[in-house]
Structure formats: C-alpha cells, structure tokens
C-alpha cells in the first residue's frame, strides 16, 4: 500500500531521542521551556521568519493556546471554515466560544472572504483562516476584512507549514499562527504543535498559557493548562526542521508531474476532473494533493485505488457543521457540501516515486465513468 501520508525519520532523529532519554532530562516546567524545546521554537522562526514561538503539545493546543492568549471566551464567537479537520472548532469551543461557521471558495477549499464578512458580528472576537491541503486562504483580503472590523486573525496553518503567500509563510500573515507536527504532516515530532506571531505580548502570554500560566514556578499569574511539548519530541523536531526544505521540494515535484499525467488524461478523454493548480502568487507544501471530480465518479476512484494498493482517502466526508457535535440545520454553506462529495486526496509525500505516481494517474484513468 502506498500511504496517503507517511512520517519519514531515520537514524539521526533515533539518535536525538536515545540522547535525551540518556540525558534523564525529559521535560521542562521553566518559563522558556527545555533546550530542545527551545531549539526547536529557534529553528521555527528561522525558518518562517516570525519573531516568536511557542513549542506545544499538539496543533489543537496551538490553536485553543491563541485564542486564550487573545482573551476570547464565553459569549465570543469566532470565525472560521466548517471544511476542515474538527480540531479547528473544538479549540473554539473548549475556551466557551461559539464557532460561527464560513463556507469555503469553490476549487480552492478556503475560508471565502465574502462569507465572511457577511457573517461577522458585534460578537466575533477572532477570525481564523484555514490553510487547508497546504492551499493558501486570500489572506489579503481576510486581513482587509479583520483591520476593517478591527478582528484578530489566527492562522490555522496546520497543513501548510513551508506554503509561502505573496512572499510571507502561511502563519505570519495574522496575529498568530498555528502549526501541527501530527505524523500525517509534512514533518513530525510525533504528536506536537508551534504558534508562531511577531508579538512579544502575546509570546509571553502563550509562555505563560502552555505551563499553567505559571513564571517563576507555582505562581499562576492566568488561566494555562499543561500544553508543554516533550524534550524528545522537540528533538525529533530540530532534526526534521533541518529535513524540511528537501520535503517539500520533493513533494513539488512530485504534484507537478501528477498533475501532468492527469492532464494528459483530461485532454484525452474530456474527463471531469481539477487537480489541485497554486494561485500566482503562492508556493504550496503540497501537504495533501486534493482532486475534485464528481459524485458519480469520487467514491468509485477511490474505491479503485484503495482496492490496488493506493492510501486515497476523502478529507473531509463530513462538514464540521454535520458533525453531530455541531449538526445545526440553519447554515447554509453551499460550496462546503458540494465540497464533500466530490473531492479525495492522493500520495504525493516524499517516498512516492514517479512509478507509483504513473499508477495512481492510471487507476485514475481506468476507473473514471465517463
């Protein structure tokens, strides 16, 4: 089986790990947390250019860490797309908020700024984007939108760790930025998650937060949880930090010639598939190759392509706002439910190889019900 997504470490990440387990050094209360925890926060700004992060447990403590640090809370709403992983609204919801649900640009599976602003209320205390697949949402026109009514936005930046917009890494466009470090991502320490922002108020905050909002020990100076991020998992996170450049080129390269075979197959048969095509002004990570076909065809495809030994898989089957957790019949997201039903995702990480690539365009090709 070629994996939707498959975590690539090798013995140099083994070596960091067996080094802190030798250390006995596996964790750190101390405001600034551990030194690896440290490097790895060194090696996240370096990389994306933010002034500051803050090495978390996971993307979701990422994302409910930001809105604390803004002070969002009970009777607040925030906004942000259904289409997306659940996470997203449960960091919503864990802090007492309600998620106000957007519905997504057809195509392009991010928050549409349209919908957005017709959504916005004298209650909307943040407004969070999803880089969802590692696409770019319209950050430009989000931020117009956020400075215009005077909004924070947190940038679910997830999936798209290494996509650059207009020349600034998806996550440090807004007030702050969320990444995951989950092994389906494009690097990994396991489990694990970083906020990033150019605030040194909000850094402190986040500081504070992730450690029970404690500074010099046992003195709670605001509401925190334990959201600290392992020394081990830190380590792994220095190591592939060093990997993620070569990861992402790899998964470019791989998504461009797919794209190639597959357009070989819609000029050839007038076949009705979109694959996945960057916006001039970005450069995406290629996280999760995302097609959109049609309800005749998409559960049949990836049907065929589990079946010959390819991890296609449909993210996501169910808008958050169907969730049972969240099921409410008055929104109306039109562009989120066609979304649904029409799109699956295929391998393009790292180890895919052209051949595998060659099998998957085939599959495609056979198994398409003109």
């Given at each position: 089986?070629?994996?939707?997504?498959?975590?690539?470490?090798?013995?140099?990440?083994?070596?960091?790990?067996?080094?802190?387990?030798?250390?006995?050094?596996?964790?750190?209360?101390?405001?600034?947390?551990?030194?690896?925890?440290?490097?790895?926060?060194?090696?996240v700004?370096?990389?994306?250019?933010?002034?500051?992060?803050?090495?978390?447990?996971?993307?979701?403590?990422?994302?409910?860490a930001?809105?604390?640090?803004?002070?969002?809370g009970h009777?607040?709403e925030?906004?942000l797309?259904?289409?997306?992983?659940?996470?997203?609204?449960?960091?919503?919801?864990?802090?007492?908020?309600?998620?106000?649900?957007?519905d997504?640009e057809?195509?392009?599976?991010?928050?549409?700024?349209?919908?957005l602003?017709?959504?916005?209320?004298?209650?909307?205390?943040?407004?969070?984007?999803?880089?969802?697949?590692g696409?770019?949402?319209?950050?430009?026109?989000?931020?117009?939108?956020?400075?215009?009514?005077?909004?924070?936005?947190v940038?679910?930046?997830?999936?798209?760790?290494?996509t650059?917009?207009?020349?600034?890494h998806?996550?440090?466009?807004?007030?702050?930025?969320?990444?995951?470090?989950?092994?389906?991502?494009?690097?990994?320490?396991?489990?694990?998650?970083m906020?990033?922002?150019?605030?040194?108020?909000l850094h402190?905050?986040?500081?504070?937060?992730?450690?029970?909002?404690?500074?010099?020990?046992?003195d709670?100076?605001?509401?925190g949880?334990?959201?600290?991020?392992?020394?081990?998992?830190?380590?792994?996170?220095?190591?592939?930090?060093?990997?993620?450049?070569?990861?992402?080129?790899?998964?470019?390269?791989?998504?461009?010639?797919?794209?190639?075979?597959?357009?070989?197959?819609?000029?050839?048969?007038?076949?009705?598939?979109?694959?996945?095509?960057?916006?001039?002004?970005?450069?995406?990570?290629q996280?999760?190759?995302?097609?959109?076909?049609?309800?005749?065809?998409?559960?049949?495809?990836?049907?065929?392509?589990?079946?010959?030994g390819?991890?296609?898989?449909?993210?996501?089957?169910?808008?958050?706002?169907?969730?049972?957790?969240?099921?409410?019949?008055?929104?109306?997201?039109?562009?989120?439910?066609?979304?649904t039903?029409?799109?699956?995702?295929?391998?393009?990480?790292?180890?895919?190889t052209?051949?595998?690539l060659?099998?998957?365009?085939?599959?495609?090709?056979?198994?398409?019900?003109?």
């Open positions: 089986m070629i994996p939707i997504n498959k975590p690539i470490m090798g013995k140099e990440e083994a070596k960091v790990v067996l080094n802190v387990i030798e250390s006995g050094y596996m964790t750190s209360a101390a405001f600034n947390g551990g030194p690896k925890v440290q490097a790895f926060e060194k090696a700004c370096k990389f994306t250019g933010a002034k500051y992060a803050v090495a978390v447990n996971s993307g979701t403590a990422a994302l409910q930001s809105l604390m640090a803004l002070g969002v009777g607040d925030v906004a797309p259904s289409f997306t992983f659940v996470a997203t609204a449960n960091a919503v919801k864990a802090i007492g908020a309600t998620p106000v649900f957007i997504i057809p195509f392009d599976y991010t928050m549409s700024p349209y919908d602003q017709s959504k916005i209320t004298d209650k909307t205390k943040a407004i969070i984007p999803v880089h969802l697949y696409h770019s949402a319209s950050m430009d026109t989000i931020m117009d939108i956020a400075k215009y009514f005077n909004l924070p936005v940038e679910d930046a997830c999936q798209s760790l290494g650059i917009y207009k020349n600034q998806t996550g440090t466009i807004g007030k702050l930025g969320c990444y995951s470090f989950y092994p389906g991502k494009v690097i990994t320490t396991g489990e694990g998650g906020v990033v922002t150019n605030s040194a108020t402190r905050k986040l500081l504070m937060i992730r450690n029970h909002g404690m500074v010099h020990g046992y709670s100076k605001v509401l949880l334990n959201l600290r991020m392992t020394e081990m998992c830190a380590a792994i996170g220095v190591v592939q930090m060093k990997r993620l450049p070569v990861f992402i080129k790899r998964r470019r390269q791989n998504a461009l010639y797919l794209s190639q075979l597959l357009d070989k197959i819609i000029n050839d048969k007038n076949y009705e598939i979109i694959y996945p095509i960057e916006h001039k002004e970005e450069a995406r990570n996280a999760i190759f995302t097609i959109t076909t049609n309800t005749k065809n998409r559960d049949r495809l990836v049907k065929s392509l589990n079946t010959q390819v991890g296609a898989s449909i993210y996501y089957p169910t808008p958050v706002h169907q969730l049972p957790l969240y099921k409410d019949e008055t929104v109306e997201l039109k562009y989120t439910d066609d979304a039903k029409v799109v699956f995702s295929v391998p393009v990480h790292p180890n895919v052209k051949r595998d060659t099998k998957i365009a085939k599959i495609i090709k056979e198994s398409y019900h003109v």
